[in-house]
């Protein structure tokens, strides 16, 4: 008999110690606990592995850039994410696995596709609430949302129970999914040192299209993110640069003059390959006059 909780700390520990940040089919086929091979994640949605009672995992699958991810349009008013049940029988296997780990309190490892046959984990997950009428779980992506309750939030635990579910899922997802897309290089300088990365909004969060969607993202350094965000530079509709005139007229050392002063009006170095991935034309307009408007 092999414990519920034991074997999942043991995967955690197993998923904190890959190299690689997002894992792939191989990687989902399991892992060896005390001589014994446990599946982490079915080809759909719940897993439970033969040896144990409750679901350890779930998984969404990749969704094309065009489109909506699953998990972006299913937070609750309350700000916590749902998750929707396997089918429309509240007892099918796998809920009835799913309802397990909520019942038993246990923590279960969220795959979300990020890329194609490419996942990034999310974990430690809690199921904290199950409703049936609505054919779907209710989701703690945080330690913080597991004590707050369900439905009917104050407006503040709202707000809290919202930014927990940005912080700790809705932006890891847009980061590597953005960062994957550009090849792990900062499109303007091609700086390729992942920690020193980011995943920069173009139209800001919380804007009619400000969506955490890759062509509403850019994969830049932390200075050229930093320097994007505060209107030092502009990128133009057709993906050239435009560095302010004052900044232009600065004199400093060679951070100002080869990193910023130096890459007015050439063009972003790196994109993605694929169209559907590169920076949303509107978006850029839309933020461009931004830039202008401020400058
Ligand atoms: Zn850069």
Known sequence: MIGELAVREALMRWLDARTDPVVDQLFLKGFEYQGQRIAIAGQQGIMKPRSLQAAISIRTAYTEPTQTPPYADS??????????????????YDNRALRRAFQDRLPIVWFVGVARGRYEPIYPVYVIADDPANLEFTLAVDEGQRHLGTGDLSVDARAYALRLTKQRLHQPIFRRQVLLAYDGKCSICRLKHLELLDAAHILADGKPNGQPVVPNGISLCKIHHAAFDANLLGIRPDLTLHVR???????????????????????????????????????????????????
Do not use: C
Not at 75 to 92: C, E, S
Not at 271 to 284: F, G, K, M, N
């Open 245 to 295: 005139d004052d900044v232009l007229q600065e004199t400093d050392g060679w951070m100002l003059a080869g990193g910023i002063q130096g890459v007015h009006n050439t063009s972003l170095e790196i994109l993605p390959r694929a169209r559907a991935l590169r920076p949303d034309t509107e978006r850029l307009e839309e933020r461009y006059a931004e830039f202008l408007a401020y400058t």
């Open 75 to 92: 937070v609750g008013a309350d700000g916590l994410q749902r998750y929707k049940y396997r089918g429309d029988d509240p007892n099918h």
